[in-house]
């Protein structure tokens, strides 16, 4: 029993580095010069920003669904070969997520430059040159970039480990190609499909950088705007405000995907 | 008396938040002795042995080796060794390393440490498996490297926790065979733990059986076979007919709608009891044998075991379990009989 | 026929796939070394960015930030996490839970909250010192990642092995350091690659926590606001091609592994048949 003092070290240090930030947050929020205020809470609330928040909501919706819509199949083809390929070819799909996210989305940067090679293939095709950096569907691209080896990952280690005979029973019971991976398979793999989401659509919601290199700053996310309060108006209230609504958003998506998890084992537990 | 015994367990019991696993268990176990802890799971034969390593204290009563009180010795500091359930051997260790590992820890010279593995790696048949990776093994293999890595130290007392359960049946006999010879050859007590009465009764010396912590009859594997004590003992080792019964008087018993001659005495007359007939008992006769007032019924069902059939026989309502070598068949009529030594009287169950 | 279709497909799919994924990587890769500086067009081949990349000190200044804290911060983050691990381990399940889940915050926490609310604890206890601020904060979000690739491992091990050892003859420290941490020796390593991995990619927890000092996320990132610069797609090329070696080279040695496991147990197999 005395081996729970091993924890001791890092019991102290979670208290002083993540406990105590949080408090910290909860702190700022809410006081003014030591004083409690809802102030702060009221200005993170105004229209303005809340326009940003949906505005990255709503972005971050869609690069989970692109995500998913992309990264589904490539999970499912691999689950199918043969474990030496698909183990080389995962390895693949992996190698990017293990480059520096700065350096991934500075490629994009590169490719979608005015000057850059997807324009320049545009023109000596004798098309006109198109405004492909610093747009909307740029971010949403580097977004689906960056975060398609996260959907891919927990799908995919779904997949493999699913029992074979699974599908070979429904095969069994006489349903087709189409039925089987509607009715068995995909339901089997839901809680992938949703740790997946978690992974790609929480971090879309607070992506920072993107914005500012592919959208050049023109549409401003969450992120920026934290970074703004921050860095730039030093602003500790209103920004921690703003982070605390952002940390309420989180808990309730937690808890939304939590729930569906838990339904997605049931079901799949009715399947046994 | 006590320093004959070499493991005393005092009114021990152990409960898990409330939860009774033990209760009031006294037993001693003799030097040179197979002693087996027999029962169904959960029956608390795992937590017995667990007090006995070290690993669970009891909630109270007091455990003696050799006279002495080990409540506060830890498991690393008693002459006790175990065998485990899933063998726990080291996976980053080759088999020598995992047999030798006690030795290295007591910082044995290494030339003995060499000598002594060796012996025992020929002992259980492993001679030259030295230098292999333990994942390298057959289930067979890996069960007797953690029977030779407890036995190279020695103990005085070898505890066995369901040792065989991962083996098939062939490879299980083999090993039951194998395990008796290393006991009665190298003297050293054994406590085993399964829930298997077969093997129970084939290794033995004495038979502990448990049933939810308490402790249902001490005895000889023939004792305990022929005499059980009460219907859940009779139950559990080897099938039974058990049928509630009336004691008429002594020497005579009522049940099923007849009256039998017996051999027990005692119940008192007029007394509820149970009985128990083990099935190959239960002699068939030609129902031209059987007299105007003898036994007989219709057969439900046959199943052919190999040396005998299984049978079932409706008799006035009881359906009567049979081992039999004689052919029948189903929907035959048949006489049955009792002898009166094949009448197992027992107190009913509270 | 339908099916060589079907397969045909697949493949396809699974190919432009891969070209999304490396396409840009491969640009970067080919544009290094070119000697124009504007990236459209190719006026031949050249170094002079690798040059100017080894020449340019900020650059080889934070590239040694970026390696010596994640270094650090994963050996840190290494060491502790696992004596965690093991502690928590045998914990009563009440308590362990509380702290399980407060280790999960960083996790779950979105990286700009993590990196906002350490620079706030920094400030709030005057430390100003970057790069100690850096190791801090990437010792702080590695310890739950080394804790949950030791965790499994501590429960797979089964208390049976810790036993083993007891019953054999080791006091508990000396089963600990002689069966326990050999036998979830795996999740250590694995907990130790990937805190490292993750201190080199992590930009947003650094971008906020540290001050007055660059690693070479931050670097890039301020270059990068300013448009293309031609000496980080050298730096991009060197980082690539390292992590697919090392990557090449951890797999390649588990695959080979994993290949004398199988035709081991194969022989073995025979022989028990």
Request: proline share 4%; with cysteine.
């Amino acid at each position: 029993m005395k081996r729970t003092v091993f924890a001791a070290p890092y019991a102290v240090w979670m208290a002083i580095f993540i406990f105590a930030p949080m408090l910290l947050i909860g702190y700022y929020a809410f006081t003014d010069g030591g004083d409690f205020t809802l102030a702060n809470m009221r200005a993170g609330l105004d229209a303005m920003y809340m326009q940003v928040l949906i505005r990255s909501i709503w972005l971050a919706f869609r690069a989970t669904l692109l995500c998913l819509l992309l990264g589904y199949p490539i999970a499912y083809l691999l689950s199918r070969m043969k474990h030496g390929t698909a183990t080389l070819l995962s390895v693949f799909f992996v190698v990017p997520m293990w480059m520096n996210f700065l350096l991934r989305t500075y490629a994009w940067q590169v490719l979608l430059d005015s000057g850059g090679i997807l324009n320049s293939l545009l023109i000596s095709l004798n098309m006109p040159g198109q405004q492909l950096l610093y747009t909307e569907a740029a971010v949403l691209l580097g977004m689906v970039y960056n975060f398609l080896p996260f959907m891919i990952l927990p799908v995919y280690t779904v997949l493999t480990k699913m029992d074979a005979s699974h599908i070979e029973a429904a095969r069994d019971l006489g349903a087709n190609g189409m039925q089987t991976f509607f009715r068995v398979v995909l339901p089997l793999s839901m809680p992938g499909v949703i740790s997946g989401v978690t992974m790609v659509f929480i971090p879309a919601i607070t992506t920072f950088a993107i914005s500012r290199l592919l959208g050049g700053g023109m549409f401003m996310l969450y992120g920026d705007l934290m970074e703004n309060q921050f860095l730039l108006l030093n602003d500790w209230g209103s920004g921690s405000a703003l982070s605390f609504i952002l940390l309420i958003l989180v808990i309730i998506s937690m808890a939304v995907m939590r729930r569906a998890e838990r339904q997605a084992g049931e079901e799949g537990a009715k399947l046994w | 008396m006590s320093d004959k015994h070499l493991i005393e367990l005092f009114d021990v019991s152990k409960e898990y938040d409330g939860d009774a696993a033990l209760k009031n268990i006294d037993l001693y176990v003799n030097h040179g002795e197979f002693l087996t802890l027999l029962g169904p799971s959960g029956c608390g034969k795992t937590t017995m042995l667990r007090i006995i390593a070290g690993f669970v204290m009891p909630s109270s009563g007091r455990v003696l080796m050799e006279g002495r009180d080990v409540a506060h010795i830890p498991p690393y500091k008693r002459k006790v060794n175990t065998v485990f359930q899933k063998y726990a051997l080291f996976p980053h260790l080759n088999v020598f390393d995992n047999v030798a590992f006690g030795l290295k820890i007591k910082k044995l010279p290494k030339a003995e440490i060499e000598r002594r593995v060796n012996t025992l790696l020929e002992l259980v048949n492993l001679k030259g498996y030295g230098k292999r990776w333990v994942e390298q093994l057959s289930g067979g293999q890996q069960q007797r490297v953690a029977i030779a890595r407890a036995l190279v130290n020695e103990p005085e007392v070898l505890l066995l926790d369901e040792p065989l359960g991962a083996l098939d049946l062939q490879l299980r006999k083999g090993m039951q065979v194998e395990l008796k010879r290393m006991q009665q050859r190298l003297g050293i007590t054994f406590i085993y733990v399964t829930h298997d009465q077969e093997e129970a009764l084939t290794m033995s010396d004495t038979i502990v059986v448990l049933r939810e912590g308490v402790i249902q009859q001490i005895g000889a594997p023939q004792d305990i076979y022929n005499e059980p004590r009460n219907a859940f003992v009779a139950d559990f080792i080897g099938e039974s007919n058990i049928l509630p019964g009336m004691m008429a008087c002594d020497y005579r018993v009522r049940f099923n709608g007849r009256e039998y001659p017996c051999v027990d005495a005692g119940f008192g007359e007029e007394q509820p009891v149970e009985v128990v007939v083990r099935p190959e008992d239960v002699d068939i006769l030609p129902l031209a044998q059987v007299g105007g007032n003898g036994m007989r019924g219709v057969v439900k069902s046959t199943l052919f075991m190999g040396v005998h059939y299984e049978i079932q026989v409706v008799s006035d309502g009881y359906t009567w379990m049979v081992h039999t070598t004689d052919a029948v068949d189903v929907g035959w009529q048949v006489g049955m009989q009792i002898l009166p030594d094949a009448i197992h009287i027992m107190r009913p169950r509270p | 026929m339908v099916k060589r279709v079907r397969n045909f497909f697949k493949g396809t799919y699974l190919g432009l796939m891969l070209l999304f994924l490396y396409a840009p990587i491969a640009v970067l890769i080919v544009y290094s070394f070119n000697a124009s500086k504007t990236m459209g067009n190719w006026t031949g081949f050249s170094l002079i960015w690798y040059r100017a990349l080894f020449g340019d000190a900020m650059i080889m200044r934070a590239l040694g930030v970026t390696l010596s804290v994640a270094a650090l911060s994963a050996v840190i983050a290494t060491i502790m996490g696992t004596f965690a691990a093991i502690g928590m381990h045998s914990m009563k399940k009440g308590t362990r839970l509380v702290i399980e889940n407060i280790s999960q915050l960083p996790v779950v926490n979105p990286d700009l909250v993590t990196g906002i609310s350490l620079m706030m604890i920094f400030a709030f206890i005057g430390l100003k010192d970057g790069y100690t601020r850096l190791l801090l904060a990437h010792i702080t979000f590695n310890i739950p990642y080394v804790i949950f690739s030791v965790a499994p491992k501590l429960r797979q091990s089964s208390n049976e092995l810790y036993e083993a050892a007891l019953d054999l003859g080791c006091t508990p420290l000396e089963a600990l350091i002689k069966v326990v941490i050999p036998d979830i020796m795996p999740g250590i390593v694995s907990g130790f690659i990937l805190a490292f991995t993750l201190s080199l990619d992590d930009f947003v927890v650094s971008y906020f926590s540290t001050q007055g000092v660059e690693n070479l996320s931050i670097y890039i990132y301020s270059m990068a606001r300013r448009g293309i610069n031609p000496k980080i797609n050298a730096l991009s090329t060197l980082m690539f091609v390292a992590v697919v070696t090392l990557l090449l080279i951890v797999n390649i040695k588990s695959i080979r592994e994993e290949r004398a496991a199988d035709t081991q147990r194969r022989k073995v197999a025979k022989k028990t048949a």
